[in-house]
């Protein structure tokens, strides 16, 4: 803070620069030989991006678009775990592609997959789950939040989003959502408003976030890092495999076979469309923790899943069971996702991809 | 571009290069051109703003030199003064005043309107409109002579490390760096890679880990949630207090860091305000460059204290609502300043003119170490809950979160089961021990040496380098 020079000593040559350099190398140094063993890897991808925010149609909406939607050839669809246990990183890496993500939390499937047909991919998995046939997992995205965003504009896009914002917690306040809900959904939207408005806007905020999303990627695959999280109680990050067992089968529980089978047939009929316009698709269970699957079955049979994917013509990839680590029952871990996205690249190429 | 980004460290060392191995006259363009390059990454609409308000100041300090007119000197100091303020006025404070227009007509039964303008405040706007003015009001009363060259002057206001968010350089600190090239030294360099690092260490490692915290404490609030207790609201005060004073100090001291490795100097912005014992040395200690600015250019012209105890109490109440609408266009802001102004009151009507002062009295002198103790932490204590008007949304909010501070602890539960969150005081430590540094040399005389700075410039890059973030943040000052 303080720069008044006679207060401090002045060192005439580089000793103490020397001395800086040698200490910070050695504690970088002793952090690589010690952490590893100490300090647990990220939960969760180091970026953490939801991507832009995406209409499907006039008041259907809004979900995430991350990556370059517009131009990727191989596109990812689904809800969060879609985003979250596949690392678009590793299948960049994978020559399938250039990679992209079309998502929203707990998703309806049946809307996102017309967004898919209306981009450029020849290439499509749909991440299917016992979510993509509840309409009202997520009770915020299916009650409220039929307004669109304004354009942005050159020199008010904050104040833009700040007033998008105000009006959605209005909205959702008086349609009886929890005023702390409401607020925490609405400041997720803004800041993916903001991200939103990057992308369409001057180039420099896009460049900015890619070039320090690499960097952070390369630097915490390189050395163990940490960081706080302000919805954890404990330093470090641990999975708790079983936190959404009973938040899923309770959801799963309240779900109508009725609007279940309405479901279904509008994915099948979805998927049938894309494959009619030439496109290759894959369906995918990803994987989920034993204790979520067993509460979930019961409820969801499995077979309506399958069916989904009989009726559509399209392969379906069952790893739901496959033992991969997640952190809440429902998402990979980062590492796990980074592992489970090669895997199913493996798998992708076995299929001809 | 922001300091914190990966883009500004990338393309910095080339403008350093350029700076240190150019003929000068070349050197200074380019790095105005840099400067511009800053300025506009972040959108480039907004440049005519800052040519348009340096070249009406750049024309109106060489004509108020050149004429010996009073009138004629006055004019064209309106002229400046009607600019900046203008600009000011447009861009920050039009939508305030129109929505509180707005509000009033309702409230009286009329017709209301919604104001939707279709600009927000120009990222740096208060930092160099009060720059330029400085500068003509220097040139008018005499203090100063006029830059030499526009591109001198169009550097002094557009330079890239103060542009944004100070500090607030004044003209007559500047202009005679600009004149001839800087000369490079083991210290400037040695200096400068410090303050960067602190800085970013100050911002990334500490300011944006705790901004989730703050969020967590404001979205409390916002939804009149019972887990707003008297503890949760002081320990999220606690955090937005280091926050914001690891953002903006964070921000200075890459700024002054900067200028180090550009053979500059810039005036000192924080002096560790913790150690402040008083609201009078609280200002003496916090954004140092904008509160000389008030002093200077408001309340001395005002009368300052020479008009006997009540003329001083108001020039202290009008400068300090200034400073507060000076921050943001917001009743927040406004009762954040009249706090302060009170308190400078109080204070002058307890204490006369023996208030600690920094430069007068070091921390040994002024009533023990028990005095001490007990100013900084009245004082404190003091910050944190005007704060709470300074950051909250808005009024209602901040009535909330200051009943849970101060009313709430008489009858509620405490509520320390927020301190679940008190790890987070583990970033608070580092700004402790920062500040315990610098009062050991205010109460000892310690001084540290040169090896011992050199481990804890380590000890901070090796911090930024494990510590993540929670999603970077936009320095808090950017608003303003």
Redesign the interface.
């Known amino acids: 803070m303080h720069t008044q020079s006679a207060h401090t000593r002045h060192p005439r040559r580089f000793g103490p620069a020397l001395l800086a350099v040698a200490a910070f190398g050695a504690l970088v140094a002793a952090w690589l030989v010690l952490a590893p063993a100490h300090v647990p890897a990220p939960l969760m991808h180091p970026n953490q991006s939801d991507g832009r925010l995406v209409w499907a149609a006039p008041g259907v909406g809004p979900f995430h678009a991350l990556g370059d939607v517009e131009h990727a050839d191989l596109l990812f669809v689904g809800d969060s775990r879609v985003h979250d246990d596949l690392v678009l990183e590793v299948f960049a890496g994978e020559a399938l592609g250039a990679p992209a993500t079309l998502w929203g939390p707990g998703a309806y499937v049946p809307h996102l997959l017309p967004l898919a047909a209306q981009q450029p991919a020849r290439r499509i998995v749909v991440g299917l789950s016992f979510l993509s046939l509840a309409e009202h997992a997520n009770p915020l995205v299916a009650e409220a939040l039929r307004e669109q965003p304004p354009a942005p504009s050159r020199l008010a896009a904050p104040a833009d989003a700040a007033r998008w914002r105000e009006r959605q917690f209005a909205h959702l306040v008086a349609t009886g959502a929890d005023r702390a809900a409401a607020a925490a959904f609405t400041g997720d939207l803004a800041e993916a408003l903001m991200l939103h408005y990057t992308h369409v806007g001057w180039f420099t905020g896009r460049f900015d976030a890619a070039l320090a999303a690499r960097a952070n990627y390369a630097r915490v695959a390189a050395l163990p890092t940490i960081t706080t999280r302000p919805w954890r109680s404990a330093w470090f990050e641990a999975p708790e495999p079983e936190r959404l067992a009973r938040w899923a089968g309770g959801l799963a529980r309240l779900s109508k076979p009725a609007a279940r089978a309405a479901a279904a047939e509008a994915i099948a009929a979805a998927l049938r469309a894309l494959v009619a316009d030439g496109r290759q698709v894959v369906c995918v269970r990803l994987p989920m923790s034993p204790a979520l699957l067993n509460g979930v079955r019961p409820f969801v049979p499995d077979a309506e899943l399958r069916a989904v994917a009989e009726a559509a013509g399209v392969p379906l990839l069952e790893h739901q069971a496959a033992a991969f680590e997640t952190r809440d029952g429902s998402h990979l871990t980062w590492r796990e996702a980074e592992r489970y996205s090669r895997f199913l690249a493996e798998e992708l190429r076995r299929l001809g991809w | 571009?922001?300091f914190d980004?990966?883009?500004f460290w990338?393309v910095f060392p080339c403008a350093l290069a350029a700076w240190w191995l150019l003929p000068w006259r070349a050197a200074k363009a380019v790095a105005l051109g840099f400067s511009l390059l800053f300025y506009g990454?972040?959108?480039?609409?907004?440049l005519p703003l800052i040519l348009a308000s340096s070249l009406v100041d750049w024309f109106a300090g060489a004509r108020i030199a050149a004429s010996a007119e009073q009138v004629t000197r006055r004019r064209w100091l309106a002229l400046s003064l009607a600019t900046n303020l203008g600009l000011l006025a447009t861009f920050k404070y039009a939508a305030f005043a129109l929505t509180n227009i707005d509000r009033a007509a309702r409230a009286l039964g009329g017709g209301g309107f919604e104001v939707?303008?279709?600009?927000?405040v120009p990222v740096g706007i208060s930092f160099y409109t009060f720059q330029t003015l400085s500068y003509t009001l220097d040139i008018y009363w005499r203090r100063l002579a006029p830059a030499r060259t526009f591109v001198d002057f169009f550097l002094y206001v557009a330079f890239y490390p103060q542009l944004v968010a100070g500090p607030i350089v004044r003209a007559s600190t500047l202009l005679p760096q600009l004149e001839r090239p800087p000369r490079a030294s083991?210290?400037r360099?040695?200096?400068g890679?410090y303050?960067c690092v602190?800085g970013l260490f100050l911002k990334v490692v500490v300011a944006d880990?705790l901004a989730?915290?703050v969020?967590?404490l404001m979205?409390?609030a916002?939804?009149?949630?019972p887990a707003l207790t008297p503890a949760a609201a002081w320990l999220g005060m606690l955090y937005f207090g280091v926050e914001l004073f690891a953002d903006f100090?964070g921000y200075?001291?890459i700024a002054?860091g900067l200028a180090?490795l550009l053979g500059l100097?810039?005036p000192?912005?924080?002096?560790?305000p913790l150690l402040a014992r008083g609201p009078a040395e609280f200002w003496q200690r916090w954004h140092i460059t904008l509160s000389t600015w008030f002093r200077d250019y408001v309340y001395i012209p005002l009368g300052g204290s020479r008009g006997g105890p009540w003329r001083t109490y108001a020039n202290l109440v009008i400068t300090m609502l200034l400073s507060g609408l000076w921050h943001g266009a917001a009743w927040g802001m406004l009762v954040w300043g009249g706090l302060h102004a009170l308190a400078l009151c109080l204070e002058r009507a307890l204490r006369g003119r023996r208030a600690p002062s920094v430069g007068v009295a070091p921390l040994r002198s002024f009533g023990g170490f028990a005095g001490a103790a007990l100013g900084i932490v009245v004082t404190q204590l003091f910050v944190l809950v005007a704060w709470v008007f300074f950051r909250a949304p808005n009024l209602a909010d901040a009535g909330r979160i200051a009943h849970a501070m101060l009313i709430a602890p008489f009858g509620d539960p405490l509520g320390w089961a927020a301190l679940?969150?008190a790890?987070?005081l583990v970033?608070v430590l580092p700004v402790v021990l920062?500040h315990a540094r610098?009062g050991l040399?205010e109460w000892c005389g310690w001084?540290e040496?040169?090896?011992e700075?050199?481990?804890v410039?380590?000890?901070m890059?090796?911090l930024l380098?494990?510590?993540?973030?929670?999603?970077?943040q936009e320095f808090l000052y950017f608003q303003f």
């Not at chain 2, 916002?222 to 949630?225: K, L, N, V, W």
């Not at chain 2, 380098?465 to 970077?472: K, N, P, S, T």
Request: hydrophobic share 50%; net charge positive.
């Open positions: 571009m922001s980004s990966v883009s990338l990454w972040w959108n480039p609409w907004y939707i303008l279709p600009w927000v083991a210290w360099l040695q200096h890679a303050m602190q880990n989730p915290e969020d967590r979205s409390l916002a939804a009149h949630s100090a200075s001291a002054i180090c100097r810039f000192t912005n924080f002096l560790y679940g969150h790890r987070h970033l920062m610098r040399r001084r040496t040169a090896s700075r050199a481990l410039f380590a000890a890059a090796f380098l494990v510590v993540r973030r929670d999603g970077a």
